[in-house]
């Protein structure tokens, strides 16, 4: 009789269940609650991404990462300090060191099957393998994200934080509330009709209102260039971006050295140096605040700075040739880049 009880409780219960479903696929992990997630409307179609508690969870999660990864590359480039840089890339090939491990060890331990910092990796080995890169073809122009924001973000660029999930794309973010899945998963079909859905808040295609003149603000921008320093065998990257989150605004400048060897590139670690330098304008294209990150110095392949600012919706914006300016310096040269388009 108990067990006909029991049986009888549970089909109750299962007949309550909306045909929305949510399967849990990773166990949770007691200490930071992460989990890893497959969302379903029912059908065949499913979405599988990384679930995070809250937009502070989310955030605390990518300082964690970034933290590990400057802990992890800066122990190697101290302990061979004494070597140039040219003897520094011949040992990193002879102990097989891999500047974003911690990142794989992340991805590893939740048993992420495909994140966007694997997608944005493997189109970098590609657009490295040639004899010349071409500006127009970067994937940070696609994925214009930390390596860490990256790493927590879907193969779609899909994350799940509290009821709602975002998608980061290069042209803005979508957020999808209410666990409507349906609506995520014709978004990852690539229906842009679904924008229009009631549960969706974006900023695609909306960064004009409110400005100056329409184009003279904007929530989601990016910009970069080459600089070629010692000869035609290496060359820096100089990026700056801005982009506003329904719960921050957000400006970054980041380098990035490569070295040309045997008729391709690859990341080059080298004395660099970064600063950022941000103007800030409300929803009326006028000014809200500004601030100025500091300089950063590491011999690295890539450093970055950023301000950022938390505030409500609507978000921030950046002002057409005034809001971000990137400070950077490189062997031989100190130069400046500011955020156009």
Same mark, same amino acid.
């Given at each position: ?19 929305? #479903? ?80 911690? *990142? ?28 010349? *890169? ?15 924001? *990256? ?36 978004? #990852? ?69 490569? #070295? ?82």
């Amino acid at each position: 009789m108990k067990n006909l009880f029991y049986l009888f409780v549970l089909a109750i219960i299962l007949a309550s269940c909306s045909k929305d #479903k949510i399967v849990e696929q990773q166990s949770n992990d007691n200490k930071n609650e992460i989990k890893l997630v497959t969302l379903s409307d029912g059908s065949k179609t499913g979405v599988t991404l990384l679930e995070f508690t809250s937009v502070e969870h989310f955030e605390a999660t990518i300082t964690s990462l970034e933290t590990q990864m400057e802990q992890h590359v800066g122990a190697f480039v101290t302990t061979w300090s004494n070597l140039s840089d040219e003897d520094l890339e011949s040992k990193e090939t002879e102990v097989g060191f891999v500047d974003h491990q911690p *990142l794989v060890d992340f991805e590893n331990a939740y048993n992420v099957p495909s994140s966007l910092r694997q997608v944005f990796y493997a189109a970098e080995e590609q657009w490295l393998n040639n004899e010349e *890169l071409v500006p127009e073809n970067s994937p940070s122009l696609v994925y214009p994200f930390g390596m860490a924001e *990256l790493t927590l973000l879907n193969s779609d660029g899909m994350v799940k934080i509290g009821d709602k999930i975002i998608q980061l794309t290069k042209k803005g973010f979508v957020q999808i509330a209410n666990l409507d899945i349906a609506t995520v998963i014709r978004i #990852k079909n690539g229906d842009m009709t679904a924008l229009n859905e009631p549960t969706v808040t974006t900023n695609i295609e909306l960064d004009n209102g409110g400005g100056k003149s329409g184009t003279d603000c904007s929530r989601w921008a990016a910009k970069e260039d080459y600089k070629y320093y010692d000869y035609n065998n290496k060359k820096v990257k100089r990026h700056v971006h801005f982009h506003s989150y329904p719960w921050k605004g957000v400006s970054e400048a980041d380098i990035t050295s490569y #070295k040309k060897k045997n008729g391709s590139w690859k990341r080059h670690k080298t004395n660099l140096g970064v600063a950022d330098q941000s103007y800030f304008r409300d929803n009326d294209c006028n000014s809200s605040l500004s601030g100025w990150s500091g300089w950063k110095r590491k011999k690295r392949e890539s450093i970055s700075e950023r301000v950022a600012s938390w505030g409500a919706f609507p978000q921030y914006r950046a002002e057409n040739g005034v809001s971000v300016i990137g400070y950077f310096e490189y062997p031989g040269y100190s130069n400046s880049l500011v955020l156009t388009w």
